[in-house]
């Protein structure tokens, strides 16, 4: 089974544009979330999709954005970059489930590396 | 909220001696815990997991770890450590109760360096 893909894996943007990053769970997985990491702050929760819906969402500004499609591919988006946003984007997927199934395990992709000069 | 703390940035093991990654926890409902593994420039890699029952969970390469609930801890061990072992470890915890039941949202530690001498 292919694992989580994740493209472009490296990315360089200036101050003030915009990024969209995407992410292809494993083949099954319904649940989508992202999580960024810098050395400053650690992993981050952004926030995690699920059937198309945003089902939660990390402390995050609004220039950070997601979605999810009918084949649970996702999406995110930052726009107005700033310096901070410089990071490594994780996204992870997981089986997922309406309820109760929070136990299962995330399988996370190899990150986007987003340098913004 | 939820926590998770890994009080060493780095801990250093030679090869063939036991090596110890601590954490400790805060979640206000049951906790699920996590171990996760990073090489550089790699993403992370599920080492195991504690739900419930058994307080000690086996994992990949030959990992465990020790559920105790009365200190909040679940350290990641392992009997011999390799040289092949040297990588970033990070404990995390999700809130299998309460308000947080159905979400998968981790919250993680911030990871602490394993680097086993030869």
């Known amino acids: 089974k292919a694992g989580v893909t994740q493209t472009p894996r490296y990315l360089i943007k200036t101050r003030g544009q915009q990024v969209t990053l995407s992410c292809s769970p494993i083949?099954?997985?319904?649940?989508v979330s992202w999580y960024q990491q810098t050395p400053g702050q650690g992993l981050q929760f952004l926030f995690e999709?699920?059937?198309?819906?945003?089902?939660n969402k990390g402390n995050f500004p609004g220039r950070f954005s997601g979605r999810q499609f009918s084949n649970s591919r996702s999406e995110m988006n930052v726009s107005t970059l700033e310096l901070g946003d410089s990071a490594l984007y994780l996204c992870?997927?997981?089986?997922?489930?309406?309820?109760?199934?929070?136990?299962?395990?995330?399988?996370f992709g190899p990150g986007t590396r987003l340098t913004v000069l | 909220a939820q926590s998770v703390a890994q009080p060493e940035d780095q801990v250093n093991v030679a090869e063939g001696n036991p090596l110890t990654v601590k954490c400790t926890y805060s979640?206000?409902?049951?906790?699920?815990l996590f171990w996760y593994v990073q090489y550089p420039n790699r993403g992370l890699q599920f080492l195991l997991k504690?739900?419930?029952?058994?307080?000690l969970v086996k994992g990949s390469y030959g990992f465990e770890a020790e559920f105790n609930k009365s200190q909040t801890s679940f350290h990641l061990k392992k009997p011999s450590a390799l040289v092949s072992d040297s990588a970033l470890y990070f404990c995390?915890?999700?809130?299998?109760?309460?308000?947080?039941?159905?979400?998968?949202?981790?919250?993680f530690g911030k990871g602490t360096k394993l680097s086993v001498i030869p």
């Open positions: 992870a997927s997981s089986l997922g489930a309406k309820t109760g199934d929070s136990y299962n395990e995330q399988f």
């Open positions: 083949s099954g997985h319904r649940s």
């Open positions: 999709y699920f059937s198309e819906t945003q089902r």
């Open positions: 979640v206000s409902g049951n906790p699920y």
């Open positions: 504690y739900i419930t029952g058994d307080n």
């Open positions: 995390a915890v999700r809130d299998g109760g309460g308000s947080g039941a159905g979400s998968y949202q981790l919250t």
